[in-house]
């Protein structure tokens, strides 16, 4: 079946403008994580969904950052006013449940990434 | 402050041989360990895990050990293959009612035919 897919696969902008990137996750989970990986570093927390609520957003770095989950599916994230710090990979992954208790948790399935440059 | 630690950002190994890769980790809270690997402009593809209830998992090639009172775990791989040459991270999560990874800075390793 169809993969994690995130749009676009890069996308080059310049300081202080909007930008969005899409993540459609795997059909039918329920979780849905974005990570950010600068240059050098492994992927960054940034926040989780469960359906359509934002579960844990305490990685989000400042407010210019949100993302919305709508309809418990696809997730977009908005950066308002980009700065040239916020030049990295932005990861999406998905996983079918989430577990309150501790059981095995489910595997995370990650998209390929936006690499986002901001000029 | 880097609650998961991978000190070694390459290793190069011979084909055939093992390769082991080390993980070391802070937070106490941690109960549950991951090893992913990332080829070039893919995502993070994951590998094998463990509960910290274990002390070692198998599958296949690859094996997870976890030493809880040294909090450090490490993947072995072997024989290490041509296409195991990748960067591997190592990854943790908590119970704190969900399942979100904190990441290493991750291992390159290289597998030498």
């Known amino acids: 079946g169809a993969g994690v897919s995130q749009t676009p696969s890069n996308k080059v902008t310049e300081k202080g403008k909007y930008v969005e990137l899409r993540c459609d996750p795997i059909?039918?989970?329920?979780?849905l994580y974005w990570y950010r990986q600068s240059l050098g570093q492994g992927p960054e927390f940034l926040i989780y969904?469960?359906?359509?609520?934002?579960?844990?957003d305490s990685g989000l770095p400042n407010d210019r950052f949100f993302a919305v989950r709508p309809e418990g599916s696809v997730s977009t994230l908005k950066i308002q006013r980009t700065e040239r710090g916020d030049s990295a990979v932005y990861l999406c992954?998905?996983?079918?449940?989430?577990?309150?208790?501790?059981?095995?948790?489910?595997?995370?399935?990650f998209g390929p990434g936006t690499r986002l440059t901001v000029l | 402050d880097q609650q998961v630690k991978q000190n070694s950002p390459s290793l190069s190994v011979q084909e055939g041989r093992i390769s082991i890769l080390n993980c070391d980790y802070t937070n106490s809270m941690f109960d549950y360990f991951l090893w992913y690997k990332k080829y070039p402009a893919e995502g993070p593809t994951f590998l094998i895990s463990i509960s910290s209830i274990k002390d070692k998992n198998e599958d296949g090639r690859f094996t997870v050990f976890l030493n809880k009172s040294a909090k450090h775990l490490s993947l072995h791989i072997v024989p290490s293959q041509p296409g195991d040459s990748a960067v591997y991270f190592c990854?943790?999560?908590?119970?704190?009612?969900?399942?979100?990874?904190?990441f290493g800075t991750g291992t390159r390793l290289t597998i030498i035919p």
């Open positions: 969904f469960q359906g359509t609520g934002a579960a844990d």
């Open positions: 059909s039918g989970h329920t979780a």
């Open positions: 990854a943790a999560s908590a119970d704190f009612g969900n399942e979100k990874l904190t």
């Open positions: 992954a998905s996983s079918s449940i989430t577990l309150s208790g501790r059981g095995s948790p489910d595997t995370q399935y």
